[in-house]
């Protein structure tokens, strides 16, 4: 049973690109969540998605965009990137809406230079 | 709004002693989660326990135990008999029983065993 897939592993930009990083759910699991975690810190909530719909977010500028698809899969699109958001950018799936049986993914390195 | 403080950045142990990480939490909220997850090296994040505010009971797992103290705001994951495999980042989170489910993440503990 596979976990939560991420990909790519690794990726480097150039400032004021756009990147897409993409993310497939654990078997079962019908929500997404996105975290970014900087160097040396604790992930921080980015938003959450269930049914298609960003059901929350955290304090993250509008550059911060995500999708999710029919089969749960989602995408989070980040615009114009800025040095600071060089991250690990990790994705939690979990089922049902207050299902609290997070299955994090091994997450996205974006490097932007 | 809710906040984890894991105030200990860095610990290194030598193999064999044991080892606690602290956590202390803040919310207004009488309903909560708290979590411990482990990040080794490859980056994802293993969960290891949640426990609800309601149940204040202490938890034994193998090497691994968990003292919740709702009076101080604490939930300190204790590791005995330490090996070197559990030299990781260790993250303390809070989750409001909002129906959300989103987690807020201490900064972590990195703990460094060695032989």
């Known amino acids: 049973d596979a976990g939560v897939t991420q990909s790519p592993t690794h990726l480097i930009k150039t400032r004021g690109q756009q990147v897409t990083l993409r993310c497939s759910p654990k078997s079962g699991h019908d929500t997404v969540s996105w975290y970014q975690q900087a160097l040396g810190q604790g992930p921080q909530f980015i938003f959450q998605y269930y049914e298609e719909e960003e059901r929350q977010r955290g304090n993250f500028p509008d550059r911060f965009s995500g999708h999710q698809f029919p089969n749960y899969s989602s995408e989070l699109n980040v615009n114009a990137l800025l040095l600071g958001d060089s991250a690990l950018y990790l994705c939690?799936?979990?089922?049902?809406?207050?299902?609290?049986?997070?299955?994090f993914g091994s997450g996205t390195r974006l490097t932007v230079v | 709004a809710q906040k984890v403080t894991q105030a200990q950045t860095e610990i290194s142990v030598v193999e064999k002693e044991d080892v606690t990480l602290d956590c202390v939490y803040e919310?207004?909220?009488?309903?909560?989660?708290l979590f411990w997850y482990k990040q080794p090296p490859s980056g994802e994040l293993v969960f290891l326990i949640r426990?609800?505010?309601?149940?204040?009971q202490n938890e034994i797992s193998g090497r691994y135990s968990w003292n919740f103290q709702k009076s101080t705001s604490s939930f300190n994951f204790t590791i005995t008999a330490s090996q070197v495999v559990d030299s990781a980042v260790y993250f303390c989170a809070l989750d409001m029983n909002s129906g959300y489910s989103t987690l807020t993440f201490g900064k972590g503990t990195m703990l460094l065993v060695s032989p």
């Open positions: 426990r609800n505010s309601f149940d204040e």
């Open positions: 939690a799936s979990s089922a049902g809406g207050g299902d609290y049986g997070y299955t």
């Open positions: 919310t207004r909220d009488t309903t909560y989660y």
